[in-house]
């Protein structure tokens, strides 16, 4: 049967969506050239999402999040008029530079990092998150079985890495260097976003040694948006207010 034969050769030819774009196309074209860029714009079209799907499956971002649904509350200081913009479009990630979210627990950090990483892979751009207790362990654990450096080139084409809780578990002297130099390879090369509950002064209590908290420090706030959130806890204020509901 053709149909089986064009399956076939579809499938050789990597242009699996093909068979179905021929079903879907019901409009008159005036050409069979007009009819042929049709289908293979919409061929370009299915895999455009199905890299999107892979990329943000790829991503690891944990929860759907997305700025639709985000409050920009006005317990968040931004540091210029611009920074809204500048985030939003991902002209940061453009440009290589970082964003430090810092504040109190529960007041949309995560929500809006994830939001941006989920845009991010919309872009196709190439994203990881990882919350940094666990990134400090496998980075440990790479270490001990001499396969540090493979994991540090499954990075090479990530272009936005997201690190989340910074500060709520301190680090092994160990942990903290072996992050040091995983940012640093980072600096310049990548754009980084990074949340925690901590102001900087307070990361010695997280990496120990002071001058390796300074130089971590340096290097990421040396072009970064650092957005401080402040206020009470969002999930906090939520819980109380259907508890009372509730009763």
């Known amino acids: 049967m ?18 179905e774009s021929i079903n879907s196309i019901t409009d008159d074209f005036d050409s069979k050239e007009e009819w042929l860029i049709s289908l293979l714009e919409n061929e370009i079209n299915c895999r455009r999402e199905l890299k999107k799907a ?41 440009q290589k530079e ?37 990134l400090v362990t496998n980075l440990e654990y790479q270490w001990r079985n001499n396969t540090l450096e493979a994991f540090k080139k499954s990075f090479t084409r990530v272009k936005l890495i997201i690190l ?10 160990e942990g903290a260097e072996l992050l040091f130099q995983l940012i640093s390879d980072w600096y310049e090369n990548k754009s980084i976003i990074i949340t925690s509950n901590l102001e900087f002064s307070q990361w010695n209590k997280i990496f120990i040694d002071p001058r390796l908290t300074a130089a971590l420090v340096d290097r990421l706030i040396h072009h970064a948006h650092i957005l401080s959130f402040t206020g009470e806890s969002f999930r906090l204020k939520n819980s109380l207010s259907k508890t009372k509901y509730q009763k």
């Not at 892979?54 to 409050?71: A, M, N, V």
């Not at 007041?107 to 940094?132: P, S, Y």
């Open 164 to 173: 989340d809780e910074m500060g709520y578990v301190p680090f092994t002297k």
């Open 2 to 19: 053709k149909s089986d034969q064009l399956n076939e050769l579809c499938k050789k030819l990597h242009l699996s969506h093909l068979p």
């Open 54 to 94: 892979r990329l943000y499956k790829q991503s690891k971002i944990p929860t759907k999040k997305s700025l639709e649904d985000y409050e920009w509350h006005s317990q968040i200081l931004l540091p210029n008029p611009n920074t809204k913009e500048e985030l939003t479009s991902l002209s940061f990630i453009r």
């Open 98 to 134: 970082n964003a430090v979210f810092v504040g109190t627990p529960g007041t949309g950090k995560t929500h809006l990092a994830c939001a941006l990483g989920r845009m991010a892979t919309q872009a196709e751009i190439e994203t990881r998150f990882w919350r940094v207790p666990e």
